[in-house]
């Protein structure tokens, strides 16, 4: 395991400093160099409140302290679980049946590898989806990833559950697109190419649960070994540890350590950026285990709020490009991810032994083919 700790790139000299600024060019290609080499980085935004994030953890703590009974009724199967709660055991990791992503899992070194997944499915972990997007001005081709909220059916839970998550999603929302802006300038292309291209997507906040009295011994997956399929997607800090991140250059495992103080959040890029930019940023590898420094957390939280469900949560958005928009590699890009390839620079300990090949397709299609992958559509 590696004690690399991931680059810090600061948003607020993004927002306060000239465009044409050395501090601010220097920023924007700090940030898309993370993204090319780690596909992961922390982000210091002064607007981020720990209190939000504070009151968005508790009240999705006391979501999921609730009956099965109560949490089925707000489950959407027949919208491929994009809405509403995903129960725990529903939703399965790619890799443990995905054989590339078992090929990565084999190239690494064996100190380095995830918890074995070749026999986990699916996940012991609950979720839920809070769609955050703009409705767009023209009837999509996919209205299912597009469909309306689910609240909450129990009272005392429903009544707080828009205020909280629409504050908090809000701020994860700004944050991750002024990250896609500063991405954008770093790797040389105008300010707003990926944040238009998002404009309309399906975004989602998108925590997730598990039950650490069930599942909180030693070693056990919470969410097996896998890439997001979204274009980036953005952390808070969650109460317990145990997510560890693949680094794309050196192939290490880094275990997600946020600083102690301060406001900080995790961006990992997802497979639609992976697509857009020909491989140059490759969608980062994760896992969220139960390791030492969980149990620690567990103990010292019975010690300090007895009172409070032990659940673990993440505080985590998924940002989305629109579902109708064009997934084609842009060329300027490709081009640099073909010489890094060639030049053969140590990016290769979780690169696939075979050029993967971007077929242009609209985004709601890549979507859907990541869904039935993790069996959320049939």
Not at 169 to 195: D, H
Not at 297 to 309: T, Y
């Amino acid at each position: 395991m590696s004690d690399v700790t991931l680059p810090v790139v600061d948003l607020d000299v993004f927002l306060s400093a000239s465009s044409d600024s050395p501090e601010f060019v220097s920023e924007c290609k700090k940030a898309a160099d993370a993204l090319i080499t780690y596909g992961a980085l922390l982000l210091h935004d002064s607007r981020v409140s720990e209190e939000d994030n504070n009151t968005f953890l508790d009240l999705i703590e006391d979501y999921f302290a609730q009956p099965e009974e109560l949490l089925k009724q707000d489950e959407r199967p027949e919208l491929s679980y994009q809405v509403g709660v995903t129960l725990e055991n529903t939703e399965k990791p790619k890799c443990a049946v995905d054989e590339p992503c078992l090929k990565v899992i084999a190239r690494l070194d064996p100190a380095e590898r995830p918890l074995d997944i070749t026999a986990h499915s699916p996940d012991p972990k609950c979720r839920f989806f809070w769609k955050m997007s703009e409705k767009p001005p023209y009837e999509t081709q996919y209205p299912a990833l597009n469909a309306p909220n689910v609240v909450p059916k129990a009272e005392a839970i429903r009544e707080r559950w828009t205020p909280i998550m629409e504050k908090w999603g809000s701020s994860m929302k700004t944050a991750v697109e002024n990250l896609a802006e500063m991405a954008a300038i770093g790797l040389g292309l105008p300010r707003g190419t990926f944040k238009e291209a998002g404009r309309y997507g399906p975004h989602l906040l998108a925590p997730t649960a598990s039950d650490l009295v069930k599942y909180g011994k030693k070693d056990t997956i919470l969410a097996g070994f896998h890439t997001d399929l979204n274009f980036l997607t953005i952390h808070g800090r969650s109460r317990y540890p145990g997510l560890n991140i693949w680094a794309r250059n050196t192939g290490k495992r880094i275990p997600v350590r946020f600083p102690p103080a301060g406001r900080y959040l995790l961006v990992q890029a997802g497979k639609q950026l992976e697509h857009l930019s020909g491989g140059l940023i490759k969608a980062g590898y994760h896992e969220v285990v139960v390791n030492e420094a969980t149990l620690q957390a567990i103990e010292r939280r019975k010690v300090e709020n007895p009172d409070r469900p032990l659940i673990r949560i993440s505080s985590t958005f998924f940002w989305h490009l629109s579902s109708d928009y064009d997934l084609v590699p842009i060329p300027a890009l490709k081009e640099r991810a073909r010489a890094l390839r060639a030049d053969s620079i140590n990016l290769g300990k979780v690169d696939l032994d075979d050029e993967a090949s971007y077929e242009p397709m609209k985004v709601g299609r890549q979507v859907q083919n990541e869904l039935r992958h993790i069996a959320l559509m049939a």
